[in-house]
């Protein structure tokens, strides 16, 4: 490449790296001579590597280390990280020859309401260059699923808000594995008791509690050949709508309509719209989430399984 350097922002996590998947597409494909350089934590890398067209991932853990680890100054910085004004902040401190970013002079202002793929589509739109929310899906990952074929129970999320009980979660591992699926359990290192705890109380056997041994790449080749995903609103469930995988995803406190997953997928999307949407850093389950059932689990993989049968 003879340009010189774009870099994008987007020092999040896993989930928030798979909804700006459309926009950097977009991004590469406008400037196709330069180096697209990424700012995102660097546990990351094996999923920036799907997407494609990534010259190098620049490892940032959050905004924070983002003003403390310059790069040579780019030709374009684009703020796909938040609305400003400190990730704006950090962009400037690098002196960009050009500045794409929400709430800056002749720039597009921030709305509230969108869904998160075409809120950074629509940023790169205002600036004239065309984006397609569309363009999510991932190349599928060159190492073998862990657990081939599975039906994957992801019972972790980074706060209690988004955590469904552990009584509901066994409740329809016991229901599923009685159906004759393979179910494997699946969440961090942290989650390893609360999957443990799972299985206990669904009769699983300790090998089907996968969470804590899986990297990134062999967590991304599980969802990636899995039959089915249950899981709450977290980066796993993203992985889902970019694998095409069956999935059923539980949202409290955050909405389908945001977060959720794109129109005619096979995915389904649960919560309580009647409950209230308390804080999304609190330790408890939030009541959306708590407003979803295990009937109502069950009867959307009925839909989605029954068609395939």
């Given at each position: 490449?003879?340009?010189?350097?774009?870099?994008?922002?987007?020092?999040?996590?896993?989930?928030?790296?798979?909804?700006?998947?459309?926009?950097?597409?977009?991004?590469?494909?406008?400037?196709?001579?330069d180096?697209?350089?990424?700012?995102?934590?660097?546990?990351?890398?094996?999923?920036?590597?799907?997407?494609?067209?990534?010259?190098?991932?620049?490892?940032?853990?959050?905004l924070?280390?983002?003003?403390?680890?310059?790069?040579?100054?780019?030709?374009?910085?684009?703020?796909?990280?938040?609305?400003?004004?400190?990730?704006?902040?950090?962009?400037?401190?690098?002196?960009?020859?050009?500045?794409?970013?929400?709430?800056?002079?002749?720039?597009?202002?921030?709305?509230?309401?969108?869904?998160?793929?075409?809120?950074?589509?629509?940023?790169?739109?205002?600036?004239?260059?065309?984006?397609?929310?569309?363009?999510?899906?991932?190349?599928?990952?060159?190492i073998?699923?862990?657990?081939?074929?599975?039906?994957?129970?992801?019972?972790?999320?980074?706060?209690?808000?988004?955590?469904?009980?552990?009584?509901?979660?066994?409740?329809v591992?016991?229901?599923?594995?009685?159906?004759?699926?393979?179910?494997?359990?699946?969440?961090?290192?942290h989650?390893?008791?609360r999957?443990?705890?799972?299985?206990?109380?669904?009769?699983?056997?300790?090998?089907?509690?996968?969470?804590?041994?899986?990297?990134?790449?062999?967590?991304?080749?599980?969802?990636?050949?899995?039959?089915?995903?249950?899981?709450?609103?977290?980066?796993?469930?993203?992985?889902?709508?970019?694998f095409?995988?069956?999935?059923?995803?539980?949202?409290?406190?955050?909405?389908?309509?945001?977060?959720?997953?794109?129109?005619?997928?096979?995915?389904?999307?649960?919560?309580?719209?009647?409950?209230?949407?308390?804080?999304?850093?609190?330790?408890?389950?939030?009541?959306?989430?708590?407003?979803v059932?295990?009937?109502?689990?069950?009867?959307?993989?009925?839909?989605?399984?029954?068609?395939?049968?």
């Amino acid at each position: 490449m003879t340009g010189g350097i774009v870099f994008v922002l987007r020092a999040l996590g896993l989930g928030d790296l798979l909804t700006a998947v459309p926009a950097l597409r977009a991004i590469r494909a406008a400037w196709p001579d330069d180096r697209l350089v990424l700012g995102t934590p660097d546990w990351l890398a094996p999923v920036a590597d799907l997407i494609g067209g990534i010259d190098r991932l620049w490892p940032l853990a959050d905004l924070a280390a983002a003003r403390s680890r310059p790069l040579p100054r780019p030709r374009v910085a684009v703020n796909l990280h938040g609305k400003g004004p400190q990730s704006t902040a950090a962009l400037r401190a690098l002196r960009p020859r050009r500045l794409l970013a929400y709430n800056v002079p002749h720039g597009p202002q921030w709305s509230d309401g969108f869904p998160e793929r075409e809120r950074w589509c629509a940023l790169l739109r205002w600036y004239g260059i065309p984006a397609d929310p569309a363009d999510f899906a991932l190349a599928r990952p060159a190492i073998a699923s862990p657990a081939p074929k599975a039906t994957v129970l992801h019972a972790g999320a980074k706060f209690g808000s988004r955590r469904w009980p552990v009584d509901r979660f066994a409740e329809v591992a016991r229901e599923l594995a009685a159906r004759g699926a393979d179910v494997v359990l699946t969440g961090t290192v942290h989650e390893r008791d609360r999957c443990q705890a799972i299985a206990d109380r669904a009769g699983l056997a300790p090998d089907r509690v996968l969470a804590g041994h899986l990297g990134l790449d062999a967590l991304a080749a599980l969802i990636a050949d899995a039959s089915l995903l249950v899981s709450a609103d977290t980066g796993v469930a993203h992985l889902s709508y970019a694998f095409g995988t069956p999935s059923v995803v539980l949202f409290g406190p955050s909405t389908p309509q945001q977060w959720g997953p794109p129109a005619g997928g096979p995915h389904v999307a649960l919560t309580d719209a009647t409950a209230p949407r308390g804080d999304p850093f609190s330790d408890e389950p939030d009541p959306a989430l708590l407003g979803v059932g295990v009937a109502d689990v069950l009867a959307a993989v009925d839909e989605l399984v029954a068609p395939q049968r």
